[in-house]
């Protein structure tokens, strides 16, 4: 069965760093998310992706952060100039539609220091 | 604003029946989404309600009620393995209508 990917599993960083965290969602899947869960908490919605360009995106997404489709394959979130309340894990979800249940990828457990 | 509420905790015994309750008030509505998650793994899907009542799949059948704001999981012969967070998630009625506002989740435990 299909499933969307995450790499890495766990990124430790430093505070001010920048990361990239890959993702590759299910192949006929036409819509991409980031979402992000702090220990302990709820799993909040960052940013949704169509078409080669951001639909919709929440508050949390400010400007330290940017969504990218560098292939036909992967779905990158970056991080700028990371700090400490960005420690979380980042799940990765395609659909198939807007309409669709989304598939959820295993999570980047991101760890700044 | 956007606010989802579940109970936080419950606990039930293996062959029992447990129904979560999720009450929402948001700025829009498109649906209403249950995951179970398990500590440390991602959410899986479990079922989808747009229609006011019942969706039955398997053991896990989820109502509607969207004139009340209310949505329920209930979970029938449950097993250890049940046990885990329930979320309720609501597709928002944005530009895109595809973000999920998640509530806190319930934490289930079911003892043998």
């Known amino acids: 069965e299909p499933e969307v990917t995450q790499t890495p599993s766990h990124q430790v960083t430093q505070m001010g760093q920048e990361v990239i965290l890959r993702c590759v969602p299910i192949s006929n899947h036409l819509y991409f998310y980031w979402y992000r869960q702090i220990l302990g908490q709820k799993v909040e919605f960052l940013v949704s992706?169509?078409?080669?360009?951001?639909?919709?995106k929440s508050e949390i997404f400010d400007d330290q952060f940017s969504v990218e489709r560098p292939d036909g394959s992967n779905f990158t979130l970056k991080i700028r100039s990371t700090k400490l309340e960005d420690s979380a894990m980042y799940f990765c979800?395609?659909?198939?539609?807007?309409?669709?249940?989304?598939?959820f990828g295993p999570g980047t457990r991101l760890t700044v220091l | 604003g956007q606010n989802i509420d579940q109970p936080t905790e419950m606990t039930a015994t293996e062959g029992a029946i447990v129904q979560i309750n999720c009450t929402y008030q948001t700025s829009g509505f498109n649906g209403l989404f249950w995951y179970q998650q398990h500590a440390g793994e991602a959410p899986t899907f479990l079922s989808y309600n747009v229609l006011d009542g019942l969706e039955e799949k398997g053991r896990f059948s989820s109502f509607l009620s969207r004139s009340k704001g209310y949505s329920y999981l209930l979970l029938k012969e449950l097993q250890m393995k049940d046990s885990a967070s329930y979320l309720c998630a609501v597709r928002d009625e944005g530009q895109a209508g595809t973000a999920l506002i998640f509530g806190k989740g319930t934490t289930l435990s079911v003892s043998s």
């Open positions: 979800a395609s659909s198939p539609t807007s309409y669709n249940e989304q598939f």
């Open positions: 992706f169509y078409n080669n360009e951001i639909s919709e």
